[in-house]
């Protein structure tokens, strides 16, 4: 993988990853004052998000195994810890979704 590769990939972390998370919490939102279809299709575009990322990141995965080994900088483990934050912001969002449907069911 060539710098430039590199680089976009990186960034492609970055922004689906950031894009996911902001998803996520819109759905916490709309979920928050009921509008629960709103929420679960902010829950759906956060997962879409998260597909590209994860196939961005595949793709970095089978190319190190294949030999191809990408650098390893400040910019990528950034790239990483915001992807997994942004997985586990997800996860959180959803049981709170969860949580106030079961509250207004109530």
Known sequence: MDADDNLQTVM???INGGNAKGAAFSAIKAAKIGDFEQADAKLKAADKFLAAAHNSQT???TQEAN???APVTLLMAHAQDHLMNAITFRDLAGEIVDLY???NDD
């Open 101 to 103: 449907k079961k509250v």
């Open 59 to 61: 793709d970095m995965l």
């Open 67 to 69: 030999g191809k080994h």
């Open 12 to 14: 492609g972390l970055i």
